[in-house]
Every structure is written in structure tokens, then in C-alpha cells.
């Protein structure tokens, strides 16, 4: 919860603290709900974006280490449906919902208190604070939950739909490449979930406070669509040139070796492919990331309303 609304009742800003500990800290039920919603919330919003999570994939694989005309979403997408069936939009979906409740539950849920933290240790919640809160929290449930993200990219690139499913793929994964092999591409994972969760939260937090002071809004459904669709804007600004090297990474196997580290692979594709590289699949990034993020405020602050948290 912004600490300028908390101040609304109140003119202190030890009752400002108390009133921040009361939506998730209170008792284990607490925290569970303030868990809890922010995981579904992003699960939610997952599995109704999740067909333009697969075309993004795939259009950031397009031409790997060439430069060439590339092909847009719909026409891929048109692509994908004749020649693998509307199943194929589906791929990697199990291990991205099961991502979604931990790593979405993590990355909404950590900002809070990390942003108490920070305001405990510097008495403020201004824009700076809110930008360390959501990337600690992003960076932390990234490192954590790396393993189904290469399992869900994989899958993702999986064109034959008598696959094993994604219990198997992760064993394959393993006996073929090493656990190590589930922790690729950790590095940009990291820093790009930083950055999203840092934008997306960040901005998300901080266009709430200037829209209840600037504009006639209120806590409520249009303030949230308007805060959410202006993060999601910004978060992909900012992340898709991380994600492109993220899925690089994460589908390059061990034979290949074609990028050695992150930033190698950023250099690779600039040198190779342009910085137009860099932003391949971007539509289909803030097709995606926009109303994922947008369903993923709305249905959290309506599950936290529901569960007698505070707003965000």
C-alpha cells in the first residue's frame, strides 16, 4: 500500500507503518492471503495471454545469427495453427502456470515489504524506493524459479505434440545437459525480472499516487485499468531487449555454444542481427506483457479487496 493513502488517516508516519503491516503481516493468514492473491492474480493472467507467450518465443528465435526479413505475429501465428494445430499455442503451459503461482507470488508479494524495509531504513517510499523494492523482490523469485522457465521455453519450441510432457522434458533435460543446464540464462532472467518487477510495480504504485492527486479517480476499477495499462507500456520499453537474450539463452544446448554469458549474446545479436535484434517479438512482448499486466493489477486488487487486504 502507497504510504500517501495510508496518510490520508492518518498524520503520523508511525500510524502510516501499522497500517502497512496490517494488510500482510499480521498473522500467518495474513501473509498467506497477501501471498496467495498475488500468485493467482499472475496465473490468471498467464493462462490468457499464454498463446502470445508461444508466438513471442518463437519470433525471437526467427533468423538466429542472421539478418533477413522477419515474419510478424499474425502471420506466424497463422503459421503455427496450420502446421501444428491450435494445441502448439498452448505448449509449456502447465510449467508456466505453476511458475506463475510461485514466481508471481513472490515477485507481487515481496514489494511490500521490501518497500517497509526501505522506509523503515530511510523513513521514505518515494519513486527511488519503490524501483529497489520491485527489483529486489523480482530478482529473488526469478533466481528461485529459473528451472521452469527453461522448462516452459522448451516446451515452447516443442513443435511435436506426442511430447512426453514436461516431467520428462525436465529429465531429459537433465541426463542430457546437467541440472547446471536449469539454470541457464538465470543471469538475464534475473536482471530482466528486476527490471520488469522494478517498471511494472514501480510505476504501477507510483501513476496510482499521481492519478488520485492530479485526477478526479479513486481507488478503484479505472484507476487500477488506468495505472496497470501505463506500467505495462513502460515495462516493456524497458525489458524486451533482456528477454530476447533470456530465451537465447535458455534454448541454446550445450553443443551449440553459441553465447557464452548475457551480455555476450546481446553483442552477438547486435553485431549479427541489428538492433532491431534486440527487439525481436516486441509487439508480441507488449501484446502480451500490456494485458497480462493489466489483468494480472486488476485481479490482484480485487482478490486483496476480497480478502480484506489493502490496496496495492
Not at 144 to 162: F, G, I
Not at 226 to 246: E, H, R, Y
Request: with cysteine; net charge positive; proline share 4%.
Amino acid at each position: 500500500m502507497d504510504g500517501n493513502s495510508a496518510s490520508r488517516n492518518s498524520s503520523s508516519s508511525g500510524t502510516v507503518k501499522v497500517n502497512e503491516k496490517q494488510s500482510w503481516a499480521t498473522s500467518p493468514s495474513g501473509a498467506l492471503y497477501h501471498f496467495g492473491t498475488s500468485g493467482t492474480s499472475v496465473a490468471v493472467a498467464t493462462a490468457i495471454t499464454h498463446p502470445i507467450d508461444v508466438l513471442k518465443v518463437r519470433l525471437q528465435m526467427q533468423l538466429v545469427g542472421q539478418r533477413g526479413p522477419l515474419i510478424g505475429m499474425g502471420p506466424l501465428c497463422v503459421q503455427v495453427l496450420k502446421s501444428e494445430g491450435p494445441k502448439a499455442l498452448y505448449l509449456g503451459l502447465t510449467p508456466s502456470l505453476v511458475r506463475s503461482l510461485i514466481y508471481g507470488g513472490l515477485r507481487l508479494g515481496l514489494y511490500e515489504p521490501s518497500k517497509s524495509v526501505f522506509d523503515w531504513a530511510f523513513d521514505s517510499t518515494n519513486i527511488f524506493v519503490k524501483i529497489a523494492s520491485g527489483a529486489f523482490a523480482g530478482g529473488i523469485a526469478t533466481a528461485l524459479t529459473n528451472p521452469v522457465e527453461v522448462l516452459k521455453v522448451r516446451l515452447q519450441m516443442n513443435s511435436d505434440l506426442k511430447q512426453r510432457g514436461a516431467i520428462a522434458e525436465m529429465r531429459s533435460i537433465v541426463s542430457r545437459e546437467g541440472v547446471g543446464a536449469l539454470w541457464k540464462g538465470v543471469g538475464p532472467a534475473t536482471a530482466r525480472a528486476a527490471a520488469l518487477t522494478a517498471s511494472q510495480l514501480a510505476t504501477y504504485d507510483e501513476f496510482k499516487r499521481i492519478l488520485r492527486k492530479w485526477t478526479p479517480l479513486e481507488e478503484g476499477f479505472y484507476l487500477h485499468l488506468s495505472s496497470s495499462t501505463i506500467a505495462g507500456l513502460v515495462s516493456t520499453l524497458i525489458t524486451a531487449p533482456m528477454d530476447m537474450v533470456k530465451t537465447r539463452l535458455m534454448l541454446q544446448r550445450e553443443r551449440d555454444g553459441s553465447y557464452r554469458n548475457g551480455f555476450h549474446c546481446a553483442y552477438q545479436v547486435l553485431r549479427t542481427e541489428g538492433v532491431r535484434g534486440l527487439y525481436k517479438g516486441g509487439f508480441a512482448i507488449f501484446a502480451r506483457l500490456g494485458p497480462q499486466t493489466t489483468i494480472t493489477f486488476i485481479v490482484c486488487e480485487e482478490l486483496r479487496k476480497l480478502a480484506g487486504l489493502n490496496a496495492i
